[in-house]
């Protein structure tokens, strides 16, 4: 048995010899560093989003589909300039946002090129690189690292001990709301670990009681007395039975409110708060503020910097902004 063993062990050593390393950094000082990163460009990245970091002197980044651009309930060319204005990232997240591994090398090379090309046309610098549903693979890596610094690829997990620098981890806001989020930061302080967030679509959900008729998509919203206000989103019908979905411009929404629609006239009473992403984030930022203060709150970009990565990120197509 003993020289099978042998055999195999080899067969083993010289498969793992065979693997081509991916791209790996060691981070060097060990300082807590959280990111927040709104995936495909959506308008509440700078309608509410944009804000809530601004309040607590925080700035987060941007991924956008380049397709997406200017499309409704997503950011336009003069809103992107804006959240560059107020100091965030904006990332690149392809152009079409399909998933790259089905598509080929040349396809590839277009999606991650043109997308960034067309958002430095626009006076914004692109460095850093979020995979569409973080899937990516090595020939995708291989592509990613010609035109981008860092890529982001993996999920629920940390940036620990190794940089995966072209397949960098984050956890899902969403999926985990706002406790687990909190113990999602407690571990990454403790570990020293760089806790990378990701997000979508800022939004509210409620249940609603004693309604008056139908709410009307895009119609203005306004709570009372908790003065809470926002835009209304509508679902497919199945969906948006016995909820309100909005996206929420002010305050906070309060069971026992009374929601009119501005121009439907609509009239109901808020049941319960389902979820509500603007408080949840708000109350993150505040978390990690208070109990953390030199945990640092910072883009991707600066986050590689603070570890020491080099920056050899080529420049496609910024011209002189306007
Ligand atoms: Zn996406």
Not at 39 to 60: C, I, K, N, S, W
Request: proline letters at 5%.
């Amino acid at each position: 048995m003993r020289p099978m063993m042998a055999a195999l062990l080899a067969l083993v050593i010289a498969a793992c010899g065979s693997m081509t390393p991916r791209e790996a950094f060691v981070p060097g000082p060990a300082i807590p560093l959280v990111t927040f990163v709104f995936d495909d460009g959506f308008d509440t990245d700078y309608l509410v989003a944009r804000d809530l970091f601004a309040e607590q002197g925080a700035v987060a980044c941007s991924a956008i589909a380049t397709d997406l651009i200017g499309r409704p309930g997503f950011l336009d060319p003069v809103q992107i300039r804006g959240l560059r204005d107020a100091g965030w990232e904006i990332m690149g997240h392809t152009a079409s946002h399909r998933n790259l591994r089905s598509l080929s090398p040349a396809q590839v090379e277009d999606e991650l090129s043109r997308s960034k090309t067309i958002l430095e046309g626009m006076g914004v610098t692109v460095k850093n690189l979020v995979y569409p549903y973080n899937k990516n693979n090595e020939m995708i890596r291989s592509i990613a690292r010609k035109y981008y610094r860092s890529a982001r690829g993996g999920v629920d997990k940390f940036n620990r001990d190794v940089l995966e620098q072209y397949d960098l981890r984050s956890v899902s806001n969403k999926k985990f709301g706002l406790a687990k989020m909190r113990d999602r930061v407690d571990q990454a302080y403790a570990e020293r670990d760089w806790l990378i967030i990701h997000g979508h679509q800022i939004d509210v959900k409620i249940t609603l009681t004693s309604e008056t008729g139908s709410f009307i998509a895009k119609e203005q919203l306004v709570f009372s007395p908790s003065g809470a206000r926002g835009t209304h989103l509508r679902d497919q019908w199945f969906l948006s039975a016995g909820y309100l979905h909005y996206l929420p411009l002010e305050g906070t929404p309060l069971p026992g409110d009374r929601v009119t629609g501005s121009s439907s006239g609509t009239v109901a009473v808020v049941g319960k708060v389902v979820y509500n992403q603007r408080a949840e984030i708000s109350e993150l930022l505040a978390y990690v503020r208070t109990k953390y203060p030199d945990m640092r709150i910072v883009t991707v970009d600066t986050a590689l910097d603070l570890l020491g990565i080099p920056d050899t990120t080529a420049v496609l197509g910024e011209k002189p902004t306007q």
